[in-house]
């Protein structure tokens, strides 16, 4: 297995959707529409038949699920030529953006501020996402091992471990908290608690317009891997 596929798979594995269904290497998946990560066809792999079957097959199941048709599919793969190739185009409106990069690092170390939850608390909750639905409490709320970063009422995070990588997540910074180093010292706890699990690596998602994030963990010593991006059918319309 390559290394861009298998991160993908993990990062997959740490953000797991409602529904996770298997065709042929490919993962279909639908999480009330709650991020694009957890509503996409991975596309890594081979979907055991030709690629306009397998994009059918994603759009059906779309459509049993309701939610749009969408496919997480790397930049730069033979894939990605495939599915331009059978008419699908990168969604250039997607609410999380079209595009987004995988980065890979050291566990956070350094300054540390907050605790890990081994549970989300209602306040953990409030920061993460205001009041949660199903497939929130869902996708955030189960995976590998486990652990929720909080500082009170000023930043929370998630990390979930699978095998011996960390995959960070949901970093959220209350606004009259920014700008003070709150992101970094919370980041360090998470890293500690991970370390101590056997955890020897770190990897996120993130989208590339979001270059606050991307400059905090540059600083932290990540760096891009690959990208990855969201494709529909072309006469799919939001």
């Given at each position: 297995m390559d290394a861009i596929t298998e991160l993908e798979?993990?990062?997959?594995?740490?953000?797991?959707?409602?529904?996770?269904?298997?065709?042929?290497?490919?993962?279909?998946r639908a999480a009330g529409g709650f991020t694009g990560r957890a509503n996409s066809a991975l596309t890594t792999g081979d979907p055991g038949m030709p690629i306009?079957?397998?994009?059918?097959?994603?759009?059906?199941?779309?459509?049993?699920?309701?939610?749009?048709?969408a496919a997480h599919v790397t930049q730069g793969s033979e894939t990605e030529r495939q599915i331009r190739e059978a008419g699908w185009q990168p969604a250039t409106d997607h609410p999380g953006g079209a595009e987004s990069q995988v980065m890979t690092g050291p566990l956070p170390d350094g300054e540390a501020l907050g605790e890990v939850l081994d549970k989300p608390s209602r306040q953990w909750w409030e920061l993460a996402v205001g009041e949660p639905t199903a497939a929130q409490r869902h996708v955030l709320g189960t995976g590998p091992l486990l652990g929720f970063g909080y500082v009170e009422r000023?930043?929370?995070?998630?990390?979930?471990?699978?095998?011996?990588?960390?995959?960070?997540?949901?970093?959220?910074?209350?606004?009259?908290?920014r700008r003070q180093g709150v992101a970094k010292r919370l980041l360090a706890t998470l890293g500690a608690w991970a370390r101590e699990r056997g955890a020897d690596r770190a990897v996120l998602q993130v989208?590339?317009?979001?270059?606050?994030?991307?400059?905090?963990?540059?600083?932290?010593?990540?760096?891009?891997?690959?990208?990855?991006?969201?494709?529909?059918?072309?006469?799919?319309?939001l």
């Open positions: 798979l993990l990062c997959a594995d740490a953000w797991p959707a409602l529904v996770d269904e298997r065709l042929g290497q490919w993962r279909l306009s079957a397998a994009l059918a097959t994603n759009a059906a199941f779309a459509a049993r699920h309701a939610i749009e048709p000023m930043a929370v995070v998630r990390g979930c471990i699978v095998d011996t990588t960390l995959h960070i997540s949901r970093l959220a910074v209350a606004p009259e908290q989208a590339t317009h979001n270059t606050a994030a991307i400059r905090l963990y540059e600083g932290l010593g990540f760096a891009e891997h690959h990208r990855y991006g969201y494709w529909r059918p072309r006469s799919y319309r």
